[in-house]
């Protein structure tokens, strides 16, 4: 019977090709808006390469030192806020990796040219190729000795490796950067920009920098740092966020001149993207219910006009409803048929949304990343926001997809079936085709 209903749907859509078109359009661009947003957050807090143990991470970024009622500092972690209240908790962690952004611009001098190429760095520490698994195509980290040392080791992305050298196979060779020379000790597989709390061209130890132990403030917790938790298993976040938040009350009992306050955190990872100020946590109720209620908005919009046609239509097929009614049809199997109409509609108009989606986050990447954000940095010149096919097609998406659709369907197609499978037999023999 369905697939019967399904014939006389496609029937339909070519006999009423205008109403089709206008159904198929509206439904995919409410679809359209809706992926766009469903994709971008997802590639924000999934596990992607190379942040693939987002699901197990905690993110410390800033804090806050209180001294008195009106007197406060805050900012980024230093190093002593993280031997103090972060590293001594180890049950459940994995590892612990601290990275720190210094926000100068940086150019690499390629050989014997005088252009220069800017790039983007990450100063990061021996833990951090735990934390984030990066895929090393030769070479490997710098190790805790030169790290220790301070030793000028580093690591390139393939890409860069290619642009500077012209070639992969890289490792022992030198590349000079804001004009100092550094050694290649491993080239990695490229990540996207989109996973910009790990991407870079080169991956320098902090420790190059003699001002890396520096800190700020009357505590000395705030610095130039984030701390970046691997838990053994999701089940340990838990534990760990509450020791550390443990610690920090034992100190705010005993110390008698400041307070320290992480507003909230460790956050777990996709928490984290949402966290801006320094001195203030975001409300995820809040948030939740903004996106939630954006959501509800794109779906509804074009769903209150598709279901507006749709009656209109059923005005229409009064006398064919009503022949069927006469001849015992029953209301349930009227409202099936026309459900599944609709579905055909509201199915097309999904797919073609889902590519057109596809289609303008491809082309549109880089305003596109930068929904949901309140401060945006321009990739440097030459680097593109790219996106690989497991961040764009993945089971989550298409479950969305389909949700949508349905969703759609049945705010378009139940009241205006139900109506018109409602009405008196001889009102409907005797209305106008």
Same mark, same amino acid.
């Given at each position: 019977?369905?697939?019967?209903?399904?014939?006389?749907?496609?029937?339909?859509?070519?006999?009423?090709?205008?109403?089709?078109? =206008?159904?198929? =359009?509206?439904?995919?661009?409410? =679809?359209?808006?809706?992926?766009?947003?469903?994709?971008?957050?997802?590639?924000?807090?999934?596990?992607?390469?190379?942040?693939?143990? /987002?699901?197990?991470?905690?993110?410390?970024?800033?804090?806050?030192?209180?001294?008195?009622?009106?007197?406060?500092?805050?900012?980024?972690?230093?190093?002593?806020?993280?031997?103090?209240?972060?590293?001594?908790?180890?049950?459940?962690?994995?590892?612990?990796?601290?990275?720190?952004?210094?926000?100068?611009?940086?150019?690499?001098?390629?050989?014997?040219?005088?252009?220069?190429?800017?790039?983007?760095?990450?100063?990061?520490?021996?833990?951090?190729?735990?934390?984030?698994?990066?895929?090393?195509?030769?070479?490997?980290?710098?190790?805790?000795?030169?790290?220790?040392?301070?030793? #000028?080791?580093?690591?390139?992305?393939?890409? #860069?490796?290619?642009?500077?050298?012209?070639?992969?196979?890289?490792?022992?060779?030198?590349?000079?950067?804001?004009?100092?020379?550094?050694? =290649?000790?491993?080239?990695?597989?490229?990540?996207?920009?989109?996973?910009?709390?790990?991407?870079?061209? %080169?991956?320098?130890?902090?420790?190059?920098?003699?001002?890396?132990?520096?800190?700020?403030?009357?505590?000395?917790?705030?610095?130039?740092?984030?701390?970046?938790?691997?838990?053994?298993?999701?089940?340990?976040?838990?534990?760990?966020?509450?020791?550390?938040?443990?610690?920090?009350?034992?100190?705010? !009992?005993?110390?008698?001149?400041?307070?320290?306050? +992480?507003?909230?955190?460790?956050?777990?990872?996709?928490?984290?993207?949402?966290?801006?100020?320094?001195?203030?946590?975001?409300?995820?109720?809040?948030?939740?219910?903004?996106?939630?209620?954006?959501?509800?908005?794109?779906?509804?919009?074009?769903?209150?006009?598709?279901?507006?046609?749709?009656?209109? /239509?059923?005005?229409? !097929?009064?006398?064919?409803?009503?022949? /069927?009614?006469?001849?015992?049809?029953?209301?349930?199997?009227?409202?099936?048929?026309?459900?599944?109409?609709?579905?055909?509609?509201?199915?097309?108009?999904?797919?073609?949304?889902?590519?057109?989606?596809?289609?303008?986050?491809?082309?549109?990447?880089?305003? %596109?990343?930068?929904?949901?954000?309140?401060?945006?940095? +321009?990739?440097?010149?030459?680097?593109?926001?790219?996106?690989?096919?497991?961040?764009?097609?993945?089971?989550?998406?298409?479950?969305?997809?389909?949700?949508?659709?349905?969703? +759609?369907?049945?705010? #378009?197609?139940?009241?205006?079936?139900? /109506?018109?499978?409602?009405?008196?037999?001889?009102?409907?023999?005797?209305?106008?085709?």
């Amino acid at each position: 019977m369905i697939t019967v209903y399904f014939k006389q749907a496609w029937n339909l859509l070519r006999q009423e090709k205008l109403f089709s078109a =206008i159904h198929i =359009i509206g439904t995919g661009l409410s =679809i359209t808006i809706v992926m766009v947003l469903s994709i971008v957050f997802y590639i924000k807090i999934a596990n992607i390469y190379p942040e693939t143990n /987002r699901d197990r991470m905690l993110v410390v970024k800033s804090v806050s030192e209180l001294y008195g009622e009106d007197n406060s500092s805050s900012g980024s972690i230093s190093l002593k806020l993280v031997d103090e209240f972060i590293r001594p908790v180890t049950d459940g962690v994995e590892a612990v990796s601290v990275m720190i952004d210094w926000d100068e611009e940086h150019y690499a001098q390629l050989p014997n040219n005088k252009e220069q190429l800017q790039i983007i760095l990450k100063f990061v520490d021996v833990p951090f190729w735990t934390v984030f698994p990066f895929h090393f195509i030769e070479g490997k980290p710098f190790s805790e000795a030169e790290f220790e040392s301070g030793i #000028t080791s580093v690591v390139v992305s393939a890409s #860069t490796a290619k642009r500077l050298l012209g070639r992969t196979d890289v490792v022992g060779e030198y590349i000079s950067i804001d004009f100092k020379q550094y050694r =290649i000790s491993g080239v990695v597989k490229d990540a996207s920009y989109a996973t910009a709390t790990t991407y870079a061209n %080169v991956w320098l130890p902090y420790t190059i920098n003699p001002t890396y132990k520096e800190s700020y403030g009357k505590g000395n917790n705030i610095g130039d740092m984030k701390a970046f938790i691997l838990a053994s298993s999701v089940a340990d976040i838990a534990g760990i966020k509450g020791k550390i938040e443990a610690r920090v009350e034992q100190h705010n !009992r005993q110390e008698k001149e400041f307070t320290l306050n +992480l507003n909230g955190q460790p956050d777990r990872y996709w928490q984290s993207t949402f966290r801006f100020w320094s001195n203030v946590g975001p409300n995820f109720r809040i948030i939740t219910m903004q996106y939630s209620l954006l959501f509800l908005i794109l779906l509804l919009v074009p769903a209150i006009s598709l279901s507006g046609m749709t009656d209109s /239509r059923m005005e229409k !097929r009064l006398a064919e409803m009503g022949i /069927r009614r006469a001849f015992g049809a029953p209301s349930g199997n009227l409202i099936t048929q026309i459900i599944s109409e609709n579905f055909l509609f509201t199915l097309l108009g999904g797919l073609a949304g889902l590519l057109f989606s596809y289609v303008l986050i491809l082309f549109s990447a880089d305003w %596109v990343m930068s929904i949901g954000e309140n401060f945006v940095d +321009l990739p440097p010149e030459g680097t593109k926001v790219l996106f690989t096919p497991s961040m764009l097609i993945n089971l989550p998406v298409f479950f969305i997809t389909l949700l949508i659709c349905f969703l +759609l369907n049945l705010l #378009t197609a139940v009241i205006p079936a139900w /109506r018109a499978s409602r009405r008196n037999i001889i009102y409907s023999l005797n209305a106008k085709q």
